[in-house]
Nanobody, 121 residues
């Protein structure tokens, strides 16, 4: 079994910062891309940022320059540093990882349970 557990969400004022963490645990052989998605009320889930095992990053235009994704491969952990937060960043943030559970297995997508980020104006 593989689990992704997120932490670090909360309530912050406009212009504030938060740091999200997500750690993968369980029967893990290898992790490729890790990322963060978010879903605001009434909207579809969207990619916020992703990072490959080699630390190549990709960001949504709406967060470029404000958010920074990083990972610690030894800890199977991905981080999202969020600065200059805006009310429109309010959403549930989900961690995602492409994980293989053995050298014979394909990579499959795993998701965390989500963590609420609320930015007050």
């Amino acid at each position: 079994q593989v689990q992704l557990v997120e932490s670090g969400g909360g309530l912050v004022q406009t212009g504030g910062s938060l740091r999200l963490s997500c750690t993968a645990s369980g029967s893990i052989f290898s992790i490729k891309t890790m990322g963060w998605y978010r879903q605001a009320p009434g909207k579809q889930r969207e990619l916020v940022a992703s990072i490959t095992r080699g630390r190549i990053t990709n960001y949504a235009d709406s967060v470029e320059g404000r958010f920074a994704i990083s990972r610690d491969n030894a800890k199977n952990t991905v981080y999202l540093q969020m600065n200059s937060l805006k009310p429109e960043d309010t959403a549930i943030f989900y961690c995602n990882a492409a994980i293989s559970v053995s050298f014979m297995s394909d990579y499959a997508d795993y998701w965390g349970q989500g963590t609420q980020v609320t930015v007050s104006s």
